[in-house]
């Protein structure tokens, strides 16, 4: 009997030690966190409700920058190449084009309106030329068909840069490489409720572990971008761990008393907390 005790304690041992190997996340130094902790940043720059002043748009980063907020934004390919700033996958809620973003060159992606605007997708390197170093970025990596083409584009353009910034995805695997080709920036990894992406198509155990934090053993994220909300027993635990605690999105001042960095919009929260 004893033994047999013995045998499954040391099993449930084994097992806590695998899950903890598994979400434990990296430690950002004081340096790295410095730009951004106790700070809100602009959800695809500072951008109007009605998209009157559309979202990842230049005018919206101007605006982020000049009201002395951080901003967060997303990147991706052009059929040719290019790293422009878009979030959708595809161009029909922004654009109102039936087509992918990587389908279209960038002259082809530059003759469509943000939301029936004067603006157009910007170029990454067009939004940096606006943002000028004034105010800190969360980058946002999209996942897609050449995902290590983009993060190597990323971080060219970012090594060109003078400014402060981090990067994220929701693709663990983009994070994992910034882990080992960039491991000076601090990197996060975007995750929600399991639920959730299942919901969105995905396979209730892909979905399980990324909404558990199960592949922070390749990325080892030094900070968790968790949408607002409940979060699983184990995102929590990584928090405990050491994981930076940033929420999204905010739509109220709320997500500030227990979160270290607050991604937000359509309200105008203090710049620092």
């Not at 970012?158 to 920036?185: D, M, Q």
Request: aromatic share 10%; net charge neutral; charged share 25%.
């Amino acid at each position: 009997m004893i033994k047999i005790l013995l045998t499954i304690l040391i099993i449930i041992l084994a097992l806590i030690l695998l899950i903890l190997f598994l979400i434990t996340p990296g430690h950002a130094s004081a340096a790295k966190k410095e730009a951004f902790i106790g700070r809100n940043f602009a959800h695809r720059g500072l951008y109007e409700k009605d998209q009157s002043i559309p979202e990842n748009s230049l005018t919206a980063f101007k605006r982020a920058v000049e009201a002395g907020y951080g901003m967060e934004l997303d990147v991706q390919l052009s059929r040719d190449g290019q790293v422009v700033v878009f979030h959708d996958d595809d161009l029909k809620r922004v654009c109102g084009v039936d087509k992918d973003v990587d389908a279209l060159t960038l002259d082809e992606l530059k003759a469509l309106s943000l939301c029936g605007t004067e603006e157009r997708i910007p170029l990454f390197t067009e939004v940096l030329k606006v943002v000028n170093g004034q105010t800190p970025m969360i980058v946002e990596l999209k996942n897609g068909r050449r995902n290590r083409e983009l993060c190597q584009k990323t971080l060219e353009i970012l090594n060109g840069y003078n400014g402060k910034y981090c990067v994220e995805s929701f693709n663990p695997f983009i994070t994992a490489w910034f882990r080992f080709h960039a491991p000076h920036l601090m990197r996060g990894f975007l995750c929600q409720l399991p639920e959730v992406y299942v919901k969105d198509g995905l396979s209730p155990v892909i979905g399980g572990m990324l909404g558990r934090g199960i592949f922070n053993f390749a990325a080892r994220p030094e900070f968790m971008a968790h949408k607002i909300g409940k979060k699983t027993f184990f995102v929590r635990i990584a928090e405990k761990l050491g994981a930076v605690r940033v929420a999204w999105t905010a739509h109220d001042s709320d997500a500030e008393n227990d979160h270290d960095i607050v991604i937000f919009e359509h309200y105008r929260p203090e710049i620092r907390y």
